[in-house]
């Protein structure tokens, strides 16, 4: 008897039982874990079901390779940080008239709140360094790390067609800029260098939302 669509949920084109996708949730974290903590060359899928409770080809289930997994990993660790920055920003008053910052900010793999090194920011690195190193890596990560500028790209023409930002300046070049900055200064907390105070970060968030006026 064929299944009941209400218990039924379609996922990369197959159907799964709902209560399977907790398996799936598994390996995610396991997954972000493994990752984060050895980094994406070290890591080994039978390493991540152990962490997942769950045998090595249980994985193939799912994913189609380590990086299969790295990428659906990757998502999983900037959504779950894209909510947390959400609500993080909403207390941030400082920055409440520049809607746009406030959305830029949002993307970024940590928040004030954030207690250390985010697995969100971990992934990043690894997904570039992977992307840099690994063929195989770079097909399936490139994709996710292209979609993450383009929302930056988005959130600054929406600005520029506002009247926020000068339609003058480079909506990539000023994506880039906002996405290498908290990328740059992950690497250097990872190297050992003391992370700069919210404050300091702030002030440079107004100063550049101030330079990007239009007439500035």
């Not at 962490?51 to 090595?56: C, I, K, N, R, S």
């Not at 790295?70 to 909510?83: G, I, P, V």
């Not at 000068?166 to 992370?195: C, E, F, Q, W, Y």
């Amino acid at each position: 008897m064929p299944e009941s669509a209400s218990r039924v949920v379609k996922v990369n084109g197959r159907n799964r039982r709902p209560w399977a996708l907790q398996s799936r949730d598994r390996l995610l974290k396991a997954a972000t874990d493994e990752i984060a903590r050895v980094g994406f060359d070290k890591a080994r899928l039978t390493d991540i079901a152990r962490l997942a409770g769950m045998t090595a080809g249980s994985v193939y289930t799912w994913f189609e390779n380590k990086e299969d997994l790295f990428r659906a990993a990757l998502e999983d660790a900037l959504e779950a940080q894209l909510l947390g920055n959400i609500h993080a920003l909403a207390g941030v008053t400082e920055l409440h008239g520049d809607k746009w910052m406030i959305e830029a900010a949002s993307l970024v793999p940590r928040n004030h709140e954030d207690a250390g090194i985010t697995n969100a920011q971990k992934l990043l690195i690894e997904s570039y360094y992977a992307s840099w190193r690994d063929p195989g890596a770079r097909e399936k990560l490139l994709p996710r790390l292209k979609l993450h500028m383009q929302t930056y790209i988005d959130i600054i023409e929406r600005a520029q067609a506002n009247g926020a930002i000068d339609a003058t300046h480079s909506p990539k070049a000023i994506a880039m800029v906002l996405m290498t900055v908290p990328m740059g200064h992950t690497l250097m907390n990872l190297a050992g260098m003391d992370r700069i105070e919210d404050s300091d970060w702030m002030s440079l968030a107004l100063g550049i939302s101030s330079a990007l006026k239009p007439g500035k």
